[in-house]
């Protein structure tokens, strides 16, 4: 019971608001000693792992180039661009998104689109102009343009998470597949990503309304 | 071979080239902790492998401590807005042209270096084809775009500082709670939480297991940060004994459904950093939670949403 003491401060470390590298740190220190290592221990397995985890950092090898076609006027195109289509609205250029991206998703294509790639440089803009069109507005205000932001990043991810387990090569249905195989029970994966299905299409019908109920909001009468 | 160690160093070479220029930046007060950070994440790019366990941990720890005494932002790099509304004008929608050049790169070498024959495979290492394909997009786009749009050459490196400076420490968080995730599987920690949940939770109708399992894949998912850390645990307490064994579940739709319920827990949690917290840096939002709490509503109505579904579907019509 006693190593489960890493994930309370976890919990509690995220709640407070501290500084989240630090709650990480005290946290495996309290599990490393739990489980009865020591502090050196602790330190070299979690240095070990941090080594054996760095490709999930090398995904910022793609900011330099954002970078340089940000610096070029990408967002100011993005935003340009939806200021001459008036008929892309907030609602439907986030549907569109959320489509492309599960659709993409389920064809394997998870990194062809992305938070840094994707959201940061031409959605978000996008959504910002589309949503600033619609409420007749030069600019939207800050409050709102955050809000959109934040709409527009938890479209990718949903669309990302509800779209990938329909590919038969994804990592989690390789997962299930030998699990279940280490257990004694074999399954095709095309069995497994069968039933992604039902549950993809629900993601898209909820997201999608969440989608045309937030572009509803505060929209003037004509 | 292209493999993982060509593309780690070049991110470690960019990583320097961050330090250097944080090192150069007389505007930031704090450059001599953005270079520490910066540079020691080059080293861990160039020579983790040498470093030794050890020698790693105290890389994270150092890092890890000089990111939460705060880092600053380099102000070099502050192109101004006329400048980029001005490109933009004169670009227009050449500037979309090297954004999609990046997938359809990185699609077209992963698929290359699985299905292009023996002499592709041989240059790439087809397990890390799209990690690859992205370096060396970032490669190939980068000069390129330097040169359509007529940029500085050293704009890269200054300007993906900018950005790395708007994520600041939050760059280092999912890195280091994947490292957490390992010390947590080594103490042990999924198994003592799959036995609490199966004591203390009944499961006396196919109801409440298929409850407990899809709920409990979402919390523990929550705790845990990732699903794949919830999902044997889950599995082998839950979903196969009761739900397979003892209610004769099909183990396909009950796994493929129950990873998914785990999804909508990593909507959730702020464990799940580079999907949750570090989009809320990189979109320069007020609040850490922002992208989670515009989840929120989606992932519980998916989760009831599972739950149900499993109940339909994975059982036979009459049990």
Known sequence: ?222 | MIGLTQVYALAGFVFAGFAVLSLRDPSNPRRVRNALFWGLFALSFLAGDRLGDLGNGILVLVMALAAALGLGRSGTAASDAEARAASARTYGLRLFLPALMIPLMVLAGSLGARHGGPALAALVDPKQATLVSLGVATLVVAALSVRLFRQPVLSPLTEGLRLADTIGWMALLPQMLAALGAVFALAGVGGVVGETVTRVFPMDTRLAAVVVYCLGMAGFTVLMGNAFAAFPVMTAGVALPVLVGRFGGDPAAICAIGMLSGFCGTLLTPLAANFNLAPAALLDLDDRFAVIRAQVPTALALLAVNTVLMNVLAFPAHP
Do not use: C
Not at chain 1, 159 to 174: M, T
């Open chain 1, 1 to 222: 019971m006693l190593v489960l003491l890493g994930v309370l401060l976890v919990v509690a470390g995220f709640a407070v608001g501290l500084n989240p590298l630090l709650v990480v740190l005290a946290s495996a220190l309290a599990t490393g000693l739990a489980a009865g290592l020591s502090p050196l221990e602790v330190l070299a397995a979690f240095g070990k792992a941090f080594n054996e985890n760095r490709y999930v950092s090398a995904a910022w090898l793609i900011l330099p180039v954002i970078g340089v076609l940000e610096r070029s006027g990408l967002q100011e195109a993005a935003r340009g661009l939806i200021g001459r289509l008036r008929s892309v609205t907030f609602a439907r250029l986030m549907l569109s998104y959320l489509l492309f991206r599960q659709a993409t998703s389920a064809l394997g294509l998870t990194s062809i689109a992305g938070q840094t790639q994707t959201i940061r440089p031409i959605i978000a803009p996008m959504a910002e102009a589309a949503r600033a069109v619609e409420t007749g507005v030069a600019e939207v205000a800050p409050a709102e343009a955050q809000r959109v932001r934040a709409f527009a990043a938890a479209t990718d991810n949903i669309g990302l998470f509800f779209g990938e387990d329909i590919f038969l090569a994804i990592g989690s249905i390789l997962l299930m597949v030998g699990f279940l195989e280490q257990n004694g029970i074999t399954v095709e994966p095309l069995h497994l990503s069968v039933w992604a299905i039902p549950t993809a299409i629900a993601a898209f019908l909820i997201h999608g309304a969440r989608i045309l109920m937030f572009g509803r909001r505060e929209r003037p009468r004509p």
